[in-house]
């Protein structure tokens, strides 16, 4: 296995079909929000890198997040695998821990192998950066249960990882 670091880069599908990476989202929202959708629908990429091995997902980032860089590390970390579903298409994402090592496959995916702990780890710190960025691009439209919800799986994920 590389001993590359395990990367989580998040980035949002704007208008007209650019990459705009997370850090940049605030500053392209603020000058022209009208290459953003609905915080329902907006299309967002999760692209998982460690050396050779890279898995990328599309789907409505504001509900891939949560499931893929919160759930999925609780699943893995209690259960030794899980499995999530795209929202906005039928693309899965299957995770299966194997001793130090985790090997993600899925439909349309080629199974790849990450060192465990690295990738949880990026993964759930990659949602934690997307947190701060959704609640101020989004401030009206998330309702404070919302809200709630989203940081207590941020919360339990960020305890798998210590427990786990």
Excluded at 75 to 82: I, K, L, Y
Excluded at 83 to 92: G, K, L, N, P, Y
């Amino acid at each position: 296995m590389s001993d590359a670091p395990v990367t989580v880069e998040l980035s949002f599908i704007a208008r007209p079909d650019d990459v705009v990476p997370l850090a940049s989202v605030p500053a392209e929202f603020q000058s022209v929000p009208a290459r953003f959708d609905d915080y329902s629908v907006q299309t967002g990429v999760l692209e998982i890198h460690h050396g050779e091995a890279s898995v990328r997902l599309a789907d409505a980032i504001m509900w891939m997040v949560p499931q893929v860089c919160f759930d999925l590390v609780v699943a893995v970390q209690t259960e030794g695998e899980a499995e999530v579903e795209m929202w906005s298409s039928d693309a899965t994402l299957h995770l299966v821990k194997d001793g130090d090592e985790i090997e993600a496959k899925g439909e349309y995916l080629s199974p790849q192998r990450f060192p465990a702990l690295a990738l949880l780890t990026a993964l759930v710190e990659a949602g934690e950066a997307a947190t701060p960025v959704f609640q101020s691009l989004w401030a009206d439209d998330l309702d404070e249960e919302m809200i709630k919800h989203h940081l207590n799986r941020q919360s339990a994920a960020r305890a798998a990882l210590t427990a786990g």
